[in-house]
Every structure is written in structure tokens, then in C-alpha cells.
């Protein structure tokens, strides 16, 4: 059965069916702490026994490759099976990792989709000692009787989630790893880095009493029927911390995002309107933004968004306070500096002082295998 992702629309969305998770426990050590065999707790609550350092690891979304790019200088290295994911939805990133890391020509793939079940026989043949999952892969059967078939054979599997809730589980993910992957000096650092960051926004919003302005966070504006919203979970939870109302609230069924129609969009009148977008090499439709994209595209982009009869007529329109970030920017290791970017959008009066291309520039000196080169923020200009 094939999976449909979430992270096709925001990655604030998350699937409809997807059963919600309970926020997890951190990865845990095991008996023999800092050695191996050892004992981790998975985004999906599962105890899992890693008897060895993974020297074989099969990624089923390769998108998660940005994650280990932050915590070690070959990812690609340990790679035995991925997902096509990467090559489909993020042309940029892709090309970056494979003039980085040529070995990723011969990486088999296990997918051609965002979403698509993979074979546990060839899985299987390819011998991995460890099978990285994301959590919204669970809402499937198929994976539910996949991750059976591995451990059956011996083969551990961890689930992480830097998707559906990536504010509540995007630093456990890291930490987990880290442990799973023997590189926990690395997480620990990255985490901190993070941690700092996150700390400054929560304290300045937490003093702040003050009006919040109303914002809409728009998936793939430009590319699909008005209007797919976040809600006020996963990549909604981002609005909430930086000190702003999500409109969508009241209008949604649930928490985790969904559809509105122009005329509910024309009717809350944003005074913000965030888009999210991608690189589209097949096509110029919507928001162009990611790896390998310059400044000058992702602004034109921008100011045709702008003139499109779904942002038109709204004031944030008028008073130019329309913004576009990278669809999956806070899923990936560029997170925390696209946050201090809409944090300064959306809150001029508390993070004018943020420099989120300062801290982009420390991800890629610190930590990045490959360096994150693109535009993954926009502003009018």
C-alpha cells in the first residue's frame, strides 16, 4: 500500500489517518552506557537493542541524510539502501550531496516517492544493521508489517520525527541518533546550539505582553488550490513561539492543518501571510525557494506569489508583509535559523536584533558535511 506524505503540504500538515503520538521518551541508554550492546527509545516509543555500531544504515526517507550531515562528515558513507524522496522533492539538496559524496550514485534506491512503501526483500538483500523510519510512516500497514519482517531477521529499527512535531520531537530525533549512531559528542553539540537559540526566542515572548498580529501559514502557495493551512500543531507550533495568533484556529477540524477556501482566507484578513514552497526545476509555479536557489529567484518568485488572486487583496499584501520559507526548513538542520528569520518578520518588535544568516553561516562552519547553499527564507524586497 502506498503512503501519501505529509510532507508533500507543509510538513505542518500531517497525514489525516496518521495516528497521534504521544511525545516520547529521549533515546535511552542501556545497560552498558557508551558502549555496545545498547538500549534506545525510538520517537514511537519502542525499546529497541542496537548490539553493534551501525556500519550499514538503510534510510526509508533520504531526506533524513540532511540530519546526518549535521552529525558526521560522511553520512553517505553508511548508506547501503534509501528512499527516492530526496531526488524527487528536493532537486537542490540532492545534487549538492551527490557532487559532495559521488558514493551516492551507487546507493540503491528502495523508493521513487515521497511516501511509497518500500520491499522488505530487497531491504532485506541489501543487509542493513539499521532501518531509520519516520514516524508518519506508521499510519501504514505495510510499514507496521515491514518493521516486523526486519526485526524477525535481526535488523533494529528506529523511528524518528522531525515532521509532524518538529519544535516537541526535532531535538530527541537528533539526540537519538546520536546514540543510535554512536555519535553523541556531535548531537550533543548540535542540540546545544539549538537549545541556545530556542531560549532566547521563549524568554523574549514569555516578558511580552503586548498584541500579537494575526498570521496564515500557507503551503505551496501558487501550486494548489487556495489554501492549505497550519494548524496549530507541528509546524503550527512555530507561530505560537514566536509570539503570533495562527488565523487558522476555529477554522480547522483539527490541530494539524488543512484546507480553507478564498473566501475563508479573504474573511480573517491576515496582516501575515507566510508561504512555503520548494525548488520545482520541472516548472516556475508557486514559491522557489531551497538549495541552489539565488536570492533574485526566490524574490521574483516572491512578488508574482504576490500579485496571484489568493494574496492580492489582503493587507498583508498592501503593507508588503507577505514571507516565503522553504517547505521543509523545519525539518531539517536549517530550522533554527529559518525560525530566527520569521521571527524577525513576524515580530519586528522583540527579534529585530536576530541574525539568521549569521546563524545559518555557523551551521555550515560547525556542523555541515555539505554545505547548506540556497535561499531558504525570502522577504519582499
Not at 110 to 130: H, I, K, M, N, Y
Not at 265 to 274: F, K, N
Amino acid at each position: 500500500m502506498a503512503l501519501v506524505s505529509s510532507r508533500l503540504r507543509l510538513v505542518l500538515p500531517l497525514l489525516p489517518l496518521l495516528p497521534w503520538l504521544a511525545p516520547p521518551a529521549q533515546a535511552q541508554a542501556g545497560a552498558q552506557d557508551g558502549g555496545w550492546p545498547r538500549r534506545v527509545t525510538d520517537l514511537a516509543g519502542r525499546e529497541v537493542t542496537l548490539p553493534r555500531q551501525p556500519r550499514a544504515l538503510l534510510l526509508a526517507e533520504n531526506f533524513q541524510l540532511l540530519t546526518l550531515s549535521v552529525l558526521m562528515p560522511d553520512p553517505v558513507s553508511l548508506l547501503v539502501g534509501m528512499g527516492g524522496d530526496l531526488k524527487q522533492h528536493d532537486q537542490g539538496s540532492d545534487l549538492a550531496f551527490r557532487r559532495r559524496f559521488p558514493a551516492m550514485n551507487r546507493v540503491p534506491e528502495l523508493t521513487s516517492a515521497v511516501g511509497q512503501g518500500f520491499s522488505v526483500e530487497r531491504a532485506l538483500t541489501l543487509r542493513p544493521d539499521l532501518v531509520v523510519l519516520s514516524t508518519w510512516q506508521l499510519g501504514s500497514a505495510e510499514t507496521r508489517q515491514n518493521v516486523e519482517h526486519l526485526a524477525a531477521a535481526g535488523i533494529p529499527v528506529v523511528f524518528i520525527d522531525n515532521f509532524q512535531r518538529p519544535l516537541s520531537n526535532g531535538i530527541p530525533s537528533i539526540r537519538l541518533l546520536g546514540r543510535a549512531l554512536g555519535c553523541e559528542e556531535r548531537a550533543e553539540a548540535v542540540i546545544g546550539f539549538q537549545e541556545e537559540r530556542l531560549a532566547r526566542i521563549r524568554e523574549r515572548v514569555a516578558v511580552h505582553a503586548g498584541p500579537k498580529p494575526g498570521v496564515i501559514m500557507n503551503a505551496f502557495a501558487g501550486r494548489r488550490p487556495c489554501c492549505w493551512v497550519a494548524g496549530n500543531d507541528g509546524t503550527g507550533q512555530m507561530l505560537s513561539l514566536v509570539g503570533v495568533r495562527n488565523l487558522s484556529e476555529g477554522m480547522l477540524p483539527g490541530p494539524r492543518g488543512g484546507e480553507i477556501n478564498l473566501e475563508q482566507l479573504l474573511a480573517v484578513s491576515p496582516e501575515i501571510v507566510v508561504n512555503t514552497g520548494n525548488r520545482h526545476d520541472e516548472d516556475q509555479q508557486g514559491l522557489r525557494v531551497g538549495t541552489g536557489v539565488t536570492l533574485a529567484e526566490a524574490r521574483a518568485s516572491l512578488e508574482a506569489l504576490m500579485a496571484s488572486p489568493e494574496l492580492v487583496a489582503l493587507p498583508a499584501t498592501r503593507d508588503r508583509r507577505v514571507y516565503g520559507l522553504w517547505n521543509p526548513v523545519f525539518g531539517s538542520p536549517v530550522g533554527i535559523a529559518a525560525l530566527e528569520a520569521m521571527a524577525r518578520w513576524l515580530r519586528p518588535d522583540l527579534f529585530a536584533d536576530l541574525d539568521p544568516a549569521a546563524t545559518l553561516a555557523e551551521i555550515n562552519r560547525r556542523f555541515a558535511a555539505v554545505p547548506f547553499e540556497g535561499t531558504y527564507w525570502v522577504g519582499p524586497g
